[in-house]
């Protein structure tokens, strides 16, 4: 009974948290960061053929909400975790800047903040040694990089007028001259974090 109360507290508390933060209509303009978690999937060519495993990381993003409906943004992401059929793992860097257009128009009164992105970046992807089927060593570590684009969507919730959570699945594409045009290391990461407005 005593755990019930508490839990049935602690909804009541949030509602009301809830209600006081979007009971009057606050525009979101300004400079904002955030901070999140990513799990990655390659999609590149080959990505298959060596078995490249999903990997792992965060991104940290700082933007700026020019009206409430557009918004530039600068991202990083970091990722590891990939490996391949030979046991070698890769660590991947990518900055982007981007640009985000919100589906409707953004206040403290909507709780759910859709958005589409797209952008240009710079990936750097460096994969380790690996080993053969009877572990020995293989020197097979290899450095690619290049200009990628980005496109996405994703969803601000609002929790306050200055912290929000947000979700978002972006796809990054090598292209041009540089390595990562022909390499596995296309992406479609899916990111959850946390912004602050300043």
């Known amino acids: 009974m005593k755990s019930l109360l508490s839990i049935l507290l ?11 933060a979007h009971a009057e209509e606050v525009p979101l303009t300004g400079f904002y960061g955030g901070l999140g978690t990513t799990f990655a999937a390659p999609t590149g060519n080959n990505a298959d053929k060596w078995d490249v495993e999903n ?11 020019i009206n409430s409906r557009f918004a530039v943004e600068l991202d990083s992401l970091a990722v590891a975790g990939f490996k391949d059929r030979y046991d070698a793992r890769t660590f991947g860097l990518i900055a982007s800047i981007n640009g985000k257009g919100y589906f409707m128009e953004r206040s403290t009164a909507r709780l759910f903040q859709p958005y589409g992105l797209v952008g240009v ?3 750097h992807f460096n994969t380790g040694n690996g080993r053969d089927d009877i572990g020995n060593a293989i020197n097979n570590g290899v450095v690619v990089d290049g200009p990628m684009l980005r496109t ?3 969803v601000d919730y609002i929790v306050t007028s200055t912290i929000s ?3 978002e ?6 292209v041009g001259d540089g390595d990562l045009a022909d390499s596995p290391f296309d992406l479609i990461p899916v990111a959850v974090g946390v ?3 300043f």
Request: glycine share 28%; proline share 0%; aromatic share 20%.
């Open 10 to 20: 602690f909804m009541g508390s949030l509602f009301l948290m809830s209600g006081l």
């Open 55 to 65: 990997g792992f990381g965060g991104n940290l993003k700082l933007g700026y909400n």
């Open 121 to 123: 970046g710079y990936g």
């Open 152 to 154: 996405g969507v994703g």
């Open 165 to 167: 959570v947000y979700a």
């Open 169 to 174: 699945v972006s796809y990054y594409k090598g």
């Open 195 to 197: 912004q602050v407005k």
